[in-house]
């Protein structure tokens, strides 16, 4: 049972094309979770994010904070490995869905008046790696290969 729903987390007929989507929301998520956990790349670190966070409601701040810039970091390593890629993806969902509810929604759509397209953009970046998998080129798809070769 447990390996059936490994192999369902693990499996992907997705190519190439999920190579080329995953690096760069990858890279994109670990650098805003950098910045949100270490304070990297000009970023406020926990402290700072969290005394943010809890200044617009989301409370408490320090770990919403922890858990948005892990969201976004690890599962943006992950997703540039190509590891727990449905994993990575449904968080960095969740995470960018409230972004757009708490943040960017009430600034309309546009990115230069914070408005809600980069996160929406992310969040279907991320949706659509929930759906298809890492792809060929991933270590989900070599674990995939190494669990079936397992069972046979």
Known sequence: ???????????????????????????????????????????YGLEGTGQWMASIGLEPGYWMALLAGSAEFFGGVALVLGVF??????SAVITMLVAIVTVH??????????????????????????????????LDYWLADRLQRRQA
């Not at 080329?20 to 949100?36: N, S």
């Not at 890629?85 to 449904?90: G, H």
């Open 85 to 90: 890629t449905r994993l990575a993806a449904v």
């Open 105 to 138: 929604l009430s600034q309309g759509f546009f990115m230069s008046n914070n408005g809600y397209e980069y996160a929406l953009a992310l969040m279907a970046a991320s949706g659509a790696l929930l759906v298809q998998g890492a792809g060929s080129w991933s």
């Open 1 to 43: 049972m447990k390996s059936n729903a490994l192999k369902s987390l693990l499996n992907t007929h997705a190519g190439l094309a999920a190579l080329i989507l995953r690096v760069p929301v990858g890279i994109i998520l670990a650098a805003h979770g950098a910045q949100k956990l270490f304070g990297w790349f000009g970023g």
